[in-house]
T-cell receptor
Framework: EADIYQTPRYLVIGTGKKITLECSQT?????MYWYQQDPGMELHLIHY???????EKGDLSSESTVSRIRTEHFPLTLESARPSHTSQYLC???????????FGEGSRLTVL | GENVEQHPSTLSVQEGDSAVIKCTYS??????FPWYKQELGKRPQLIID?????GEKKDQRIAVTLNKTAKHFSLHITETQPEDSAVYFC????????FGKGTMLLVSP
């Protein structure tokens, strides 16, 4: 079934650790996105990509980085996690013909 | 860039009442206006969308209206049910979606 898969779903780590949040989609979409969202709150765009080897920063300043080496894969990396990074991270992709955005189930990160 | 304002931030209604959520946008080039519903603990999902060449669209109990001149669009939910309780996000785009801050809708039985 076509979907967007995020791992891990939940992660608790200590300050200073390096982490990578994985996102893979089987939707066949070129555009992919990372949003940061506190529960029930505003969706903040932190990174997006138009396709392979394309990455752009979003509206919210973020200390994370992304890469897009394969169309279906768009991982997000935090080199040194801090408590302020505690949040939910949602990966998404969009259909170029309709513009509809499809979200993954999210990765909930807690930094102690 | 685009700026989307959404009101109200919270909305409480009785089951069976109607609910209206309003959004305004700033970029007159925006041509696609989706609405997403996010239930507690779940991912946002598209419930209805409208394009700039259409003034109104309906899907069962939900409808969206668009006024391009005034640059605002609204979500209307009729005969609300407890399962309509969720956070609703409007968005506008020409190329990359800009979301409103969300409206928490609570439908009481």
């Amino acid at each position: 079934e076509a979907d967007i898969y995020q791992t891990p779903r939940y992660l608790v780590i200590g300050t200073g650790k390096k982490i990578t949040l994985e996102c893979s989609q089987t939707m066949g979409h070129d555009k992919m996105y990372w949003y940061q969202q506190d529960p029930g709150m505003e969706l903040h765009l932190i990174h997006y990509s138009y396709g392979v080897n394309s990455t752009e920063k979003g509206d919210l300043s973020s200390e994370s980085t992304v890469s897009r080496i394969r169309t279906e894969h768009f991982p997000l990396t935090l080199e040194s996690a801090r408590p302020s990074h505690t949040s939910q991270y949602l990966c998404a992709s969009s259909d170029i013909t309709t513009g509809e955005l499809f979200f993954g189930e999210g990765s909930r990160l807690t930094v102690l | 860039g685009e700026n989307v304002e959404q009101h109200p931030s919270t909305l409480s209604v009785q089951e069976g009442d109607s609910a209206v959520i309003k959004c305004t946008y700033s970029d007159s080039a925006s041509n696609y206006f989706p609405w997403y519903k996010q239930e507690l603990g779940k991912r946002p999902q598209l419930i209805i969308d409208i394009r700039s060449n259409v003034g109104e669209k309906k899907d069962q109990r939900i409808a969206v209206t668009l006024n391009k001149t005034a640059k605002h669009f609204s979500l209307h939910i009729t005969e609300t049910q407890p399962e309509d309780s969720a956070v609703y996000f409007c968005a506008a785009t020409y190329s990359t979606l800009t979301f409103g801050k969300g409206t928490m809708l609570l439908v009481s039985p």
